[in-house]
């Protein structure tokens, strides 16, 4: 047989698959750029980059000593891979930040810490945790002391969060010109929790103090004057704001999105918009127990799948020997029930 020579036609190609295989191995983009999430909307995530370290020619020193906002896409590398406000992620492409110009994020550097809530407690179909924000280190819980009435169980689920990132948490009670704070600082006073009290209007010292040199996520229900403090905060912030229903004592939402504001002093804050409720489906109850290192010792002997809140837990005899403050078995069990209901309370 004569050889002959081949062309296109002779090539098999199996349907629904690519000619060329792919390969596993993905750019290490070294030239890329750190930034930092300050926003997300609809898949393009603005980023802060801060200028570099100073070298070269003086054009280049002056191109690296602007600070800016670069718009940015995610690259198909990531996948799945979810990218948040808090977010320090590797920019490669356009990063300029000039108008209409759109880089890409190939990384996402690891993360100090991750706020998540789940949708709902119950649901078998969607225990999928929802991602806050990452790399806080402070979790601020805004609540009004009146217009509208504390929710402590709303207060108790969104500590037990914080208790499973391991942030620190403080309490920000405003609106205290219209009621005095002390029976809700006297019900979180067992747990330690720090507590700054403030009314519009009013010094913000003591809060200033707090978030200082920090990565601090507000959150809290809609109507309870987060926006308002956002804004006193940091004045150019423009955050909306909106008055309390007077029929239901409801705030509407006005913060649709979560974003990272950075504070005159140093340090930032991160608004997130308000919660009607916190899920924690997520969070184990040995997760919750660990935030009370004076009572894991007293669960030794519990019956196997304890769940201690029943007549069967061992704390009872262990916090009535005086191992331990009635009062943070008491928190504890707030906690975990909170963290097994499945509505918040509601004023």
């Not at 670069?70 to 490669?92: F, N, Q, T, W, Y």
């Not at 150019?236 to 239901?248: E, K």
């Not at 997520?282 to 029943?310: I, M």
């Amino acid at each position: 047989m004569k050889r002959r020579e081949y062309d296109e036609d002779d090539v098999r190609v199996r349907p629904g698959r690519g000619s060329r295989p792919r390969t596993r191995i993905r750019p290490a983009h070294e030239d890329a750029v750190e930034g930092f999430v300050v926003a997300v909307d609809r898949g393009r995530y603005t980023t802060l980059v801060e200028p570099e370290r100073p070298k070269g020619s003086a054009q280049k020193r002056r191109q690296q000593a602007q600070r800016r906002l670069v718009v940015a896409m995610k690259a198909r590398e990531l996948g799945r891979k979810g990218i948040v406000v808090g977010d320090r992620v590797a920019l490669v492409g356009d990063v300029s930040g000039r108008p209409d110009t759109l880089a890409r994020v190939v990384r996402v550097e690891p993360r100090t810490s991750m706020l998540r809530r789940s949708a709902d407690d119950t649901d078998d179909t969607d225990g999928i945790e929802r991602p806050v924000v990452a790399n806080a280190d402070q979790l601020v819980i805004v609540t009004a002391l009146a217009d509208p009435p504390p929710r402590p169980r709303m207060i108790d689920r969104i500590l037990v969060a914080a208790f499973d990132a391991e942030i620190d948490t403080l309490l920000c009670l405003t609106k205290s010109d219209l009621a005095p704070p002390d029976e809700l600082v006297a019900l979180y006073e067992p747990l330690g929790i720090a507590h700054v009290v403030v009314h519009k209007g009013g010094s913000l010292e003591e809060l200033h103090d707090h978030l200082a040199g920090r990565v601090s996520v507000l959150v809290g229900h809609s109507g309870v004057g987060k926006s308002t403090l956002v804004n006193a905060l940091v004045p150019d912030a423009n955050r909306a704001v909106a008055q309390v229903n007077a029929v239901t004592g409801r705030g509407r939402h006005t913060s649709t999105s979560a974003v990272a504001l950075e504070l005159p002093e140093g340090g930032w804050i991160i608004d997130t918009p308000g919660v009607r409720s916190f899920g924690l489906a997520h969070v184990s109850a040995e997760t919750v127990l660990a935030a009370f290192p004076d009572l894991v010792e007293g669960t030794v002997e519990c019956p196997k799948g304890c769940t201690h809140l029943g007549a069967e837990c061992a704390l009872d005899a262990w916090v009535a020997a005086g191992n331990a403050d009635p009062a943070r078995l008491e928190s504890l069990r707030r906690l975990l029930s909170s963290r097994e209901g499945t509505l918040d309370d509601t004023p």
